[in-house]
């Protein structure tokens, strides 16, 4: 089992930046791929960004590339999302995954709750 928590949501404005953190517990973290979904309201939960345990590899939905980085540090059993010049269409709730598969569809065995991030125009 591994329990995530995720932190680093609000309110911000078009063109600001935020960071999602998320602590993972009660497994081997470093054995783990990471992931970053969001969801919004009507819509299925959509794959963000990704990051593999082995060479810390990374992969992105074309919507993120070049504005988002997704990173993890092992030390703290972490992953982290920086998102930079946010865009309304951003808004959503952002889930941590773990054990994350590298194949589409993309999905992934744990997820925390959720944190909500609302980008304003």
């Known amino acids: 089992q591994v329990q995530l928590v995720e932190s680093g949501g609000g309110l911000v404005q078009a063109g600001d930046s935020l960071r999602l953190s998320c602590t993972a517990s009660?497994?081997?973290?470093?054995?783990?791929?990471m992931a970053w979904f969001r969801q919004t309201p009507g819509k299925e939960r959509e794959f963000v960004a990704a990051i593999s345990y082995g060479d810390s590899s990374t992969r992105y939905a074309d919507s993120v590339k070049g504005r988002f980085t997704i990173s993890r540090d092992n030390t703290k059993a972490s992953v982290s999302l920086q998102m930079n010049s946010l865009e309304p269409e951003d808004t959503g709730v952002y889930y941590c995954?773990?054990?994350?598969?590298?194949?589409?569809?993309?999905?992934?065995?744990?997820w925390g709750q959720g944190t909500q991030v609302t980008v304003s125009s």
């Open positions: 009660g497994r081997t973290f470093r054995n783990s791929h």
């Open positions: 995954a773990a054990d994350f598969l590298f194949h589409i569809p993309y999905s992934a065995r744990y």
